[in-house]
């Protein structure tokens, strides 16, 4: 039997770190929603036991280290599983760039397989699975828009924001999210206004989103690779509506509302950068129903 799953990439329109736990991860609150960037996940059943990575981006592990193998790891051995798994990654979404995609291709594995599997379980169960393998896989599973806290893996689902466009761009640098925190300062950060940004979504004033956008890793990134903050000033300049870095970097995302800008902004970016995208946001909940 043969499953094909969708794994989308996320932006982050907040993101606060409140403290570092004891764990030694972040506490953060951040927004998270869906784009319509995504992975194609297809899985394979194999009669023998084997787990089998199958993925033709030189940046993309195919043994243990790739997330969507350690998604069929822990599935096959919590369930015991006497099966194995084809798993073929196209990648769409740029590797080491702030927009989840290794862990949406693990979250896809996980729905993919639950079927395949026919192990019935939940979204829910799906998702404190994916805590796991990686704080962001969690919101991966379920996609739309949320509110994550906890160290990423506590999901409350918000309303879609209002519909705009997004422009994504990729510098050809790979950014390491634990050196990103590593190297983030508490004692200096400016705190970005999260639950100002839930109200801006419930209430559908696109205004306020792109005022209230704030990402606390930025500067951090910015300090690390002053490219980044050229990209940004690109993509102002070309007349993206508000301009943030996604996650722990490095790519960095423009809102446009209008399509008849889109592609001005989209352009412009296409001369200083190769991985540019111009895509919507996805932000409804049953996106990958
Ligand atoms: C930057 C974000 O992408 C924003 O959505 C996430 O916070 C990072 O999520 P992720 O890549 O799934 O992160 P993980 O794979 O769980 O952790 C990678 C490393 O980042 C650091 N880390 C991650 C999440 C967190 N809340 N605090 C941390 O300090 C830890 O050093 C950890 O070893
Ligand atoms: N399926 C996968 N796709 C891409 N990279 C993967 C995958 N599995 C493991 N990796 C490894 O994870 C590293 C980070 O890649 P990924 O694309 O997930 O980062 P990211 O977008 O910054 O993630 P996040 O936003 O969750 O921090 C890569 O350098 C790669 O070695």
């Known amino acids: 039997m043969r499953i094909l799953e969708k794994a ?11 403290h570092k736990r004891y ?3 972040h506490e953060v609150k951040m927004i998270m929603t869906t784009i319509d960037l995504a992975d ?3 899985l394979i059943d194999l009669p023998n036991e084997q787990i089998r990575i199958i993925s033709h981006n ?5 043994d243990h280290r790739n997330l969507a193998y350690q998604a069929a790891r822990l599935l096959k051995d919590r369930y015991e599983i006497k099966r194995g798994v084809s798993i073929s990654i196209t990648k769409t979404i740029p590797v080491a760039a702030g927009l989840a995609g290794g862990s949406s291709d693990a979250a896809a594995t996980l729905r993919g397989l639950n079927r395949l599997w026919k192990l019935g379980l939940s979204l829910d169960e799906l998702a404190e699975l994916g805590a796991e393998i990686g704080s962001d896989v969690s919101f991966c ?3 739309g828009t949320a509110l994550a806290t906890g160290r990423g893996e506590v999901i409350q689902h918000i309303d ?8 994504l761009a990729k510098p050809t640098i790979g950014v390491s999210t634990a050196d990103v925190y590593r190297n983030l300062d508490l004692k200096t950060i400016e705190h970005p206004d999260v639950n100002g940004m839930i109200q801006a979504i419930q209430l559908k004033e696109y205004e306020t989103i792109c005022h209230l956008l704030g990402n606390v890793l930025e500067n951090v990134t910015l300090r690390m690779y002053p490219e980044v903050a050229n990209i940004k000033d690109q993509m102002k300049r070309f007349g993206a509506d508000a301009v943030l870095m996604s996650g722990s970097g490095p790519t960095v ?3 446009v509302q209008y399509e008849s800008k889109l592609h001005r902004v989209y352009n412009g970016l296409r001369g200083f950068c190769d991985q540019v995208f111009a895509v919507r946001m996805l932000g409804e909940r049953n996106i990958l129903d």
């Open 253 to 255: 995302f423009g809102l």
């Open 141 to 143: 599973v379920y996609g």
């Open 40 to 42: 194609r996940v297809e």
């Open 23 to 25: 764990d030694g991860y």
């Open 160 to 167: 879609p924001p209002p519909h705009c466009w997004v422009v």
């Open 58 to 62: 030189r940046f993309v592990p195919d």
């Open 8 to 18: 989308p990439a996320k932006i982050n329109l907040s993101l606060d770190v409140l």
